[in-house]
């Protein structure tokens, strides 16, 4: 690994004022080339621009894929990352499904490992805030020829993330619009699935509505993920959420949701879950919470869910009683280095 440091680092502590998620980069970048078939040595510099020709074939035919996770840091400044290990993996299954080169390893673990460590003063320490980690994939080569790219480059960026107060949001589920096809790239992370939902997600906020529910773009009838989110419910005491398949993402957050549930002693059933179940639960007043799951805000609780042109106002549960916040708090507290970690999720990184 080639490392060349700022000379200067653009570092101090107004930087953590910043309310904007993704927005104030850190020192550095990771910088890999991929070209004639194999990948450069793998280059960390003082992050800025890069250049680009507007053929790069990217623009046009949108080979670009990424991936997001946070580094945490405790009380005694230990830095610590939430399982890299199935970040790597699912970038390499959006690359193969987007016919992009696989990213070694080396490059992709031991690159983060390494740019984490000299950009370490960047990783806040309050609770709820974090270093964003954004891996990326796009397609270099010039030419406007429609076909799988040759060249690309990966990147490792590092912005702040602030935390927020998290109001309850609510959803639209989706009768028309859909995010993901049968035999699609819905499992992938690729910046099209981004793009074809910037405009259902607007017609959604002119009804008064923050996010949508996405459902099967057959039927509509099963409900998918919520924005950019897994989506889980809770009918009477159980919990419920729709298996992993070509359409659902195979969220890091969802998995470990799951598994809290399950040792916590929740009932959980992983299996289709229709919307006219969700309606009928709520009419019995057995439909408690609805949330999504997801890096970026962990779990987001929405309290108004839109069936049609039905605004379905969720009963607010004390705070003790809720399965989100419950979920939410046992994996924050993990990720934070505040309790112990059974499923050795946490990795440390070494100075
Ligand atoms: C990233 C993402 C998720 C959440 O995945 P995490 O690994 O939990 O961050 C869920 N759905 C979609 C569509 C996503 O892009």
Redesign the pocket.
Not at 282 to 301: D, H, M, N, P
């Given at each position: 690994m080639i490392i060349k440091k700022v000379a200067e680092s653009k570092f101090n502590d107004s930087v953590f004022d910043t309310k904007a998620f993704g927005s104030e980069f850190s020192d550095h970048m990771l910088i890999a080339h991929y070209k004639d078939g194999k990948w450069s040595e793998p280059e960390i510099r003082p992050y800025g621009p890069i250049s680009l020709t507007p053929a790069a074939m990217s623009f046009h035919y949108g080979q670009t894929i990424f991936e997001?996770m946070k580094a945490y840091k405790n009380e005694n400044d230990e830095v610590f990352i939430f399982r890299p290990e199935k970040n790597f993996e699912r970038f390499n299954l959006s690359a193969s499904r987007l016919n992009m080169p696989e990213v070694p390893k080396e490059i992709f673990i031991d690159g983060l490992k390494t740019i984490v460590d000299i950009d370490r003063q960047w990783v806040p320490k309050n609770y709820g805030t974090s270093l964003y980690i954004r891996p990326v994939m796009f397609a270099t080569e010039e030419t406007v020829s429609a076909r799988a790219a040759n060249e690309y480059i990966f990147a490792i960026l590092l912005a702040y993330a602030p935390s927020y107060y998290e109001k309850p949001l609510s959803v639209k589920i989706a009768d028309f619009y859909s995010r993901a096809a049968q035999g699609g790239v819905g499992f992938a992370?690729c910046g099209g699935?981004y793009a074809a939902s910037f405009f259902p997600a607007a017609e959604v906020q002119k009804e008064g509505y923050d996010q949508i529910i996405w459902t099967d773009s057959i039927s509509h009838k099963y409900i998918e993920?919520a924005g950019?989110?897994?989506v889980m419910v809770r009918i009477g005491n159980k919990l419920l959420t729709a298996p992993t398949s070509e359409r659902i993402?195979n969220?890091?957050?969802?998995d470990s949701v799951l598994t809290l549930a399950k040792d916590a002693g929740y009932d959980v059933e992983i299996r289709p879950v229709e919307v006219q179940e969700l309606y009928d639960a709520y009419k019995s007043g057995e439909l408690k919470e609805v949330f999504g799951?997801?890096?970026a805000v962990v779990i987001t609780q929405y309290n108004a869910i839109g069936f049609g042109d039905e605004r379905a106002q969720l009963a607010d549960l004390p705070e003790e009683e809720s399965f989100a916040l419950s979920l939410k708090k046992k994996l924050k507290d993990i990720q934070y280095g505040l309790v112990e970690d059974p499923y050795q999720w946490r990795v440390k990184i070494e100075k």
């Amino acid at each position: 690994m080639i490392i060349k440091k700022v000379a200067e680092s653009k570092f101090n502590d107004s930087v953590f004022d910043t309310k904007a998620f993704g927005s104030e980069f850190s020192d550095h970048m990771l910088i890999a080339h991929y070209k004639d078939g194999k990948w450069s040595e793998p280059e960390i510099r003082p992050y800025g621009p890069i250049s680009l020709t507007p053929a790069a074939m990217s623009f046009h035919y949108g080979q670009t894929i990424f991936e997001g996770m946070k580094a945490y840091k405790n009380e005694n400044d230990e830095v610590f990352i939430f399982r890299p290990e199935k970040n790597f993996e699912r970038f390499n299954l959006s690359a193969s499904r987007l016919n992009m080169p696989e990213v070694p390893k080396e490059i992709f673990i031991d690159g983060l490992k390494t740019i984490v460590d000299i950009d370490r003063q960047w990783v806040p320490k309050n609770y709820g805030t974090s270093l964003y980690i954004r891996p990326v994939m796009f397609a270099t080569e010039e030419t406007v020829s429609a076909r799988a790219a040759n060249e690309y480059i990966f990147a490792i960026l590092l912005a702040y993330a602030p935390s927020y107060y998290e109001k309850p949001l609510s959803v639209k589920i989706a009768d028309f619009y859909s995010r993901a096809a049968q035999g699609g790239v819905g499992f992938a992370k690729c910046g099209g699935n981004y793009a074809a939902s910037f405009f259902p997600a607007a017609e959604v906020q002119k009804e008064g509505y923050d996010q949508i529910i996405w459902t099967d773009s057959i039927s509509h009838k099963y409900i998918e993920e919520a924005g950019t989110m897994n989506v889980m419910v809770r009918i009477g005491n159980k919990l419920l959420t729709a298996p992993t398949s070509e359409r659902i993402l195979n969220g890091v957050t969802r998995d470990s949701v799951l598994t809290l549930a399950k040792d916590a002693g929740y009932d959980v059933e992983i299996r289709p879950v229709e919307v006219q179940e969700l309606y009928d639960a709520y009419k019995s007043g057995e439909l408690k919470e609805v949330f999504g799951c997801g890096t970026a805000v962990v779990i987001t609780q929405y309290n108004a869910i839109g069936f049609g042109d039905e605004r379905a106002q969720l009963a607010d549960l004390p705070e003790e009683e809720s399965f989100a916040l419950s979920l939410k708090k046992k994996l924050k507290d993990i990720q934070y280095g505040l309790v112990e970690d059974p499923y050795q999720w946490r990795v440390k990184i070494e100075k």
